[in-house]
């Protein structure tokens, strides 16, 4: 997607996938240091963790609590979350308005930091497979086999999962559980969507996948590496086609 873009308006430009353990982040983040490199997105389990080896933050990072997106300035290093503004297309996008509603959020990691604040005003619950992992998060967050949060999922207004949990065929919780009259956002991606997404369409609920949040938040990230509009037609273009049904609404910007 990211490449595509950059042929697009004309830059000599090339996105990587490099898959980095934990213990050579530092390393990883110090090659973004040299004049070949531009910058990089961050995911999980990186997030929180890149924070502290970078020169500075930008926009809405520091409140989120994590960074997916890093841009060099000379070499220096600034950190921002593009996250925030992907979830927000995809809020827009299931007809949710966060002020007042009741969202069950599936994570505690950076994904789901960057929902706590694209959320502003709603009434929060995550569930943490850790539940240290969930403090400063505003709202409760009972651990994840405390069977009381199945039937908060019933009655939510949006259900979102922010974490891996789809990458595989798993499904994060049981079908009887989905709101019958409320949102699904998946932040999951996989090709011809995951079990959640498939069984939320199913039962007809409004649902917003991984696809159209990668999208929004990867337009986002153009703007901050190259200073230029993103070139969205291009990048959409991009995506598998099992995703067209991601986004029933125009992205931000565009006609």
């Not at 497979?129 to 949006?158: C, V």
Request: proline letters at 7%; one cysteine or more.
């Amino acid at each position: 997607m990211q490449s595509a873009a950059f042929r697009a308006v004309g830059l000599d430009w090339r996105y990587d996938l490099v898959d980095v353990p934990v213990e050579r982040l530092s390393e990883a983040v110090a090659a973004l240091r040299e004049p070949e490199a531009m910058g990089a997105n961050v995911t999980i389990p990186h997030k929180v963790a890149v924070m502290p080896l970078l020169d500075g933050l930008e926009g809405q990072a520091e409140e989120v609590g994590a960074v997916n997106t890093i841009r060099r300035e000379g070499r220096r290093l600034v950190g921002s979350n593009t996250d925030v503004a992907g979830l927000k297309e995809a809020i827009a996008a299931v007809g949710v308005e966060a002020r007042g509603a009741d969202v069950l959020v599936l994570g505690a990691g950076g994904s789901a930091r960057a929902a706590a604040v694209a959320l502003a005003g709603a009434r929060l619950c995550f569930v943490a497979m850790r539940p240290q992992a969930a403090a400063g998060l505003p709202g409760r967050a009972p651990a994840w086999d405390d069977p009381g949060w199945l039937a908060r999922a019933r009655h939510a207004d949006l259900l979102l999962n922010a974490t891996p949990l789809g990458r595989r065929g798993e499904m994060p919780l049981r079908p009887a559980a989905l709101p019958p009259r409320g949102a699904v956002i998946d932040l999951v991606y996989v090709r011809g969507g995951t079990p959640l997404v498939r069984r939320a369409r199913q039962l007809g609920l409004r649902c917003v996948d991984g696809w159209a949040v990668l999208l929004a938040q990867g337009a986002a990230a153009f703007q901050s590496w190259t200073g230029r509009p993103a070139p969205i037609d291009v990048m959409r273009a991009s995506l598998p086609d099992s995703w067209a049904d991601s986004f029933p609404t125009p992205l931000a910007g565009e006609s």
